[in-house]
């Protein structure tokens, strides 16, 4: 077998692959067994016509048929391994030539893993952030612990911001409810902005005991297609009225907050928790901004390919987050104000860059020797069977080789991740 590469662009190749004799051989005697299972002859159960025989009754163009086509299946992959290419996908394969028992040519087309040339990655002059708390980040804390702590004392009086009101209510469109808008019983903190706008406000001012109506218009850009700037009238009953007394922040209320003693200690501890939050965060911000640097100083070809794969990713994820509220794709855009062409183009050039940063990371890893040993592995499955042993389905994808094999990858590339982290902390 003989193989010529030509590149057609960073990340697709075309191979010619030329076959003789010997080549073909191989590939004539399997089509001549599988052949002969298919056949009739006069004295013979079909399926046990012997090859020899079987040979004089086929018909010679569906011979060779069945030879080239085993032939390409044959030898395409090997041609690729010839040349040291890693084809994405099954390569598209073009016949050129073929004289039946002397030659065959063709050519194999495929996509293929790119050549990616990373730059110096120990100094992509990304600086570490310094982890910081500040003040307020502390007194936000106390304060809606204090609200947590917060006791309600039913006022016959009217309503005001920041009460909590008691309501059944019920939201009709067109003079009909509509699927979502009513409820009984309802705890409403009046200003926390948990209903659409004028709803709050519109309860201010009535008594317990009052029935009333809100005549409202939704936001245009409201999730719920049917709803999104419709005219809607809420028909409420206002049953009682909670005055909320917010806890004082000092040294009894931190005592109620966990073993402390005084709200110095609570404050030390809130300070201590918000600094690994922030830790996290920031760290988490540094290794983006790493990946990014080092996609920027690298030269990494993206094969339409991966961001295609990429693209059905992206939109999933938006398909699943419109489902749950009550959209499809197109409601989607709508909301969002986008047209597909609008969010296609924007949603590749993010595909584009995950492909390229995914690139960089593997061939890092590769370039570092960094893998993860099989038991890691198993113990990170273990760990996970922990988790999702309510689900029965998670814990059978579990035992997928190929699950198995991605989970390998995602801790291969979150110890890069950490190298590369490591390499550029000073």
């Given at each position: 077998m003989k193989t010529k590469l030509k590149r057609i662009s960073d990340s697709r190749i075309e191979i010619?692959?030329?076959?003789?004799?010997?080549?073909?051989?191989?590939?004539?005697?399997?089509?001549?067994?599988?052949?002969?299972?298919?056949?009739?002859?006069?004295?013979?159960?079909?399926g046990k016509v012997p090859v020899e025989v079987a040979e004089r009754f086929i018909p010679e163009n569906d011979l060779n048929a069945e030879t080239i086509d085993l032939a390409v299946r044959m030898t395409v992959i090997g041609a690729f391994k010839k040349e040291e290419k890693s084809p994405l996908v099954l390569p598209s394969v073009n016949v050129t030539k073929y004289v039946p028992g002397e030659m065959a040519e063709y050519t194999a087309t495929a996509d293929i893993i790119p050549e990616v040339v990373l730059g110096d990655y120990k100094k992509l002059g990304v600086k570490k952030p310094e982890v910081k708390v500040s003040e307020k980040e502390i007194e936000d804390v106390l304060d809606n612990l204090a609200k947590s702590l917060a006791e309600k004392k039913a006022v016959k009086r009217a309503a005001k911001l920041e009460d909590e009101v008691i309501i059944d209510f019920v939201g009709k469109k067109g003079g009909e409810a509509f699927k979502g808008g009513s409820a009984k019983d309802y705890a409403l903190t009046l200003g926390s902005g948990m209903f659409i706008p004028g709803f709050e406000d519109g309860i201010v001012g009535h008594e317990p005991g009052d029935k009333f109506d809100l005549?409202?218009?939704?936001?245009?850009?409201?999730?719920?297609?049917?709803?999104?700037?419709?005219?809607v009238v809420f028909e409420v009953l206002l049953k009682q009225v909670n005055e909320i007394k917010k806890a004082v922040i000092d040294d009894e209320m931190a005592k109620k907050c966990g073993p402390f003693k005084t709200l110095k200690e609570l404050k030390a501890d809130i300070k201590k928790n918000l600094t690994m939050q922030n830790a996290h965060k920031l760290e988490e911000k540094f290794k983006d901004e790493l990946i990014n640097a080092l996609v920027k100083k690298s030269k990494i070809p993206a094969p339409e390919i991966l961001i295609d794969d990429q693209m059905r990713v992206i939109r999933d994820?938006?398909?699943?987050?419109?489902?749950?509220?009550?959209?499809?794709?197109?409601?989607?855009?709508?909301?969002?104000?986008?047209?597909?062409?609008?969010?296609?183009?924007?949603?590749?050039?993010?595909?584009?860059?995950?492909?390229?940063?995914?690139?960089?990371?593997?061939?890092?890893?590769?370039?570092?020797?960094?893998?993860?040993?099989?038991?890691?592995?198993?113990?990170?499955?273990?760990?996970?069977?922990?988790?999702?042993?309510?689900?029965?389905?998670?814990?059978?994808?579990?035992?997928?080789p190929n699950v198995k094999m991605d989970i390998k990858n995602r801790m291969i590339i979150e110890k890069t991740l950490d190298f590369l982290v490591k390499a550029n902390e000073k």
């Open positions: 010619t692959v030329t076959l003789d004799a010997k080549d073909l051989a191989p590939a004539r005697k399997e089509a001549l067994e599988k052949l002969a299972k298919e056949i009739s002859v006069e004295g013979f159960r079909k005549k409202l218009t939704f936001p245009k850009d409201y999730g719920v297609k049917d709803l999104a700037g419709a005219k994820d938006i398909e699943r987050n419109a489902a749950s509220q009550g959209m499809n794709f197109e409601d989607f855009l709508k909301a969002n104000g986008e047209t597909t062409e609008s969010w296609e183009k924007e949603a590749r050039k993010v595909a584009g860059e995950r492909v390229k940063a995914s690139l960089a990371l593997q061939t890092l890893a590769v370039e570092q020797k960094i893998t993860v040993s099989d038991d890691l592995v198993t113990a990170k499955i273990n760990e996970l069977k922990d988790v999702y042993k309510k689900s029965p389905e998670a814990m059978k994808s579990l035992k997928d």
